[in-house]
């Protein structure tokens, strides 16, 4: 790698209500949409954040991070440049994108990773297979984690829970979503792969639920919404957005700090209050 002139900031961003919204959550009139789905316009973006994007883009690498599929990511459009981003972490960092193709070495070394939670995983489908509150089929995702949707979600995840005892495989809900995922598929070690893969100099993050937690923590400056906050103990390198739509204020603050950042490489983030409610 050629030798850079100034030092290399990623920006890992989580997609679904950290930076675009679902039709049914409230951003606003002034929104663009970003995924259509079977002839429908599914999510949408608002303006101020698609244009504050395009200006962060401008001065990171941005590398979307989420645990959709590469199926489900690349339904999304976010209109901050003709060619997309370069690089996104799918499957909850199991496999990495670059210019769209998948890179079977990070790949083959996410399945490695979990190589001791194979059995567990494998019983923990067969359990949820069974589940009576179970709605929705159970999908094994890339031989990476497990997905489905309960009536009763946080019933299916105890009961998924129980059998476990000292276990490699966690259990998170969303909504009605239920996931098993073994340890050391992470966001937060995604990021720590891809840090060490670009030679980041530093890295920042954003993310909304506790599948972003781990990735929160791993940066060096994040941001996060107020309601994440009350729900779980964050790290001070953590900043809290509270007022607004998160996506407005949370790219305000990630432009903001790399606007003012000093000779080092460091942003006093600490240091600043926004009309978003930054502290």
């Not at 995922?181 to 100099?201: C, N, Q, S, W």
């Not at 639920?209 to 994040?222: G, K």
Request: proline share 4%; charged share 30%.
């Amino acid at each position: 790698m050629s030798e850079r002139k100034e030092p290399l900031t990623v920006f890992h961003c989580d997609l679904d209500n950290t930076l675009i919204y679902s039709w049914k959550h409230e951003i606003g009139e002034e929104k663009v949409c970003v995924e259509v789905y079977e002839g429908r316009e599914i999510s949408f973006m608002t303006t101020r954040s698609s244009a504050l994007l395009r200006q962060v883009r401008e001065r990171t690498v941005f590398v979307p991070t989420t645990t959709r599929t590469k199926e489900q990511y690349e339904r999304i459009r976010l209109e901050t440049a003709a060619d997309g981003p370069q690089y996104a972490l799918v499957c909850n960092g199991g496999v990495l994108l670059r210019d769209g193709e998948e890179l079977p070495d990070w790949y083959g070394e996410s399945l490695r990773r979990i190589e001791k939670s194979r059995e567990e995983l494998a019983e923990a489908q067969r359990r949820l297979q069974k589940d009576g509150d179970r709605c929705f089929e159970v999908r094994n995702i890339r031989d990476l984690f497990l997905f489905t949707k309960s009536v009763r979600p946080r019933e299916t995840a105890e009961r998924l829970r129980a059998f476990r005892g000292r276990s490699s495989v966690n259990v998170f809900t969303n909504g009605n979503k239920v996931y098993a995922v073994p340890e050391g598929l992470d966001k937060g070690t995604a990021l720590a792969r891809f840090r060490e893969y670009i030679h980041a100099d530093r890295v920042l993050a954003a993310g909304d639920s506790e599948f972003d937690l781990p990735m929160l923590a791993a940066a060096d400056e994040a941001f996060a919404p107020a309601a994440l906050f009350d729900r779980h103990p964050i790290g001070k390198q953590v900043q809290k957005i509270g007022q607004g739509v998160f996506s407005d204020g949370m790219l305000h603050m990630v432009l903001s700090g790399l606007s003012i950042r000093g000779k080092d490489g460091s942003a006093p983030y600490p240091d600043r209050k926004t009309e978003y409610g930054a502290e």
